[in-house]
């Protein structure tokens, strides 16, 4: 993902300590040409935590159970 709008961003964005902070850091990847390219590598390689294709961690769970069911 070296072309994403994260690159030079602080990781705590995407790492936030609550549901507030999701916010931020999906607005940063509303913006972002690799936005669905992010989202498909945390889904494939099942990372639990934090924000990837402007999704958070309840959000991706959740597409991964409809995608098994």
């Not at 549901?19 to 945390?42: F, P």
């Amino acid at each position: 993902m070296d072309h994403g709008k994260c690159v030079g961003k602080s990781p705590s964005i995407f790492f936030p300590s609550s549901g507030l902070g999701v916010e931020r850091a999906r607005k940063i990847c509303q913006e972002c040409t690799v936005q669905e390219a992010c989202l498909a590598y945390a889904l494939c390689n099942r990372i639990k935590h934090g924000v990837w294709g402007g999704r958070s961690e309840r959000e991706r769970r959740r597409l991964l159970r409809q995608a098994a069911a």
